[in-house]
């Protein structure tokens, strides 16, 4: 079983959506969460760090349920610039382990 | 956030030959680099964990001697593709721990061995 999993999508949403995307992870021990945004041929940029709380930033909020080991993306109003590919990172301290999703694509159309 | 450079951003190169790529943290001191690949529609697939003054932790399968990682400073931080074959054609991407906790990624290096 992958340690972090995402629907790869593609999602294809009309500006001013708002679209959610979903990740799970297996390990139990994972501690800290994020989100990154990779365009294509990019690099990966850090978009949000995942608290217990959840945690909001300007039209994207995440959340966090370690009960149900999974962590979501919600973003709001969608932009034709929030178009990328959005990756699920799982850190696990212990031996510093980070953990990448497959990442779930976002087109928006205009 | 803190700022990761890598050189060069493309290269080709003949079969057989080495390449040498550099991460540098630019802004930061960096003990601990990591070095991943991504091949056209995956995800990143760690290579190996590079520390500051000691050997490189390579994950299962990536091969050492073909993937020479040396850290001689706190914001440099070495990739060699050694003999390198059109299979090791990918995207190489460094990064390294800033603040907040996580990763900040270089902009990668596109490698094209003919």
């Known amino acids: 079983r992958k340690e972090v999993e995402q629907d790869p999508g593609p999602f294809n949403v009309p500006e001013g959506a708002t679209v959610a995307f979903n990740c799970t992870y297996s390990?139990?021990?994972?501690?800290?969460f994020f989100w990154y945004r990779q365009d294509c041929r990019k690099e990966p940029k850090l978009l949000m760090s995942?608290?217990?709380s959840g945690n909001e930033d300007g039209r994207f909020t995440a959340q966090l349920n370690r009960a149900s080991q999974y962590i979501s993306l919600l973003i709001r109003d969608s932009k034709l610039s929030d178009s990328a590919t959005y990756l699920c990172?799982?850190?696990?301290?212990?031996?510093?382990?980070?953990?990448f999703g497959t990442g779930t694509s976002l087109t928006v159309i205009p | 956030g803190a700022v990761v450079s890598q050189h060069p951003s493309r290269v080709i190169c003949k079969s057989g030959t080495s390449v040498k790529i550099e991460c540098r943290s630019l802004?930061?001191?960096?003990?601990?680099m990591f070095w991943y690949r991504q091949f056209p529609k995956q995800s990143l697939m760690l290579m190996a964990t590079?520390?500051?003054?000691?050997?490189?932790?390579?994950e299962q399968g990536v091969e050492k001697d073909k993937f020479l990682i040396n850290h001689a400073s706190l914001t440099l931080s070495t990739l060699t593709v050694t003999s390198a074959h059109p299979e090791d054609s990918s995207f190489y991407i460094c990064?390294?721990?800033?603040?907040?906790?996580?990763?900040?990624f270089g902009p990668g290096t596109r490698l094209l061995v003919l």
């Open positions: 390990n139990s021990a994972s501690q800290s």
């Open positions: 590079s520390n500051e003054g000691s050997k490189a932790t390579y």
């Open positions: 990172v799982v850190n696990i301290w212990t031996g510093n382990q980070f953990y």
């Open positions: 995942v608290y217990s």
């Open positions: 990064s390294a721990w800033g603040t907040e906790e996580t990763q900040y």
């Open positions: 802004d930061f001191q960096a003990t601990t």
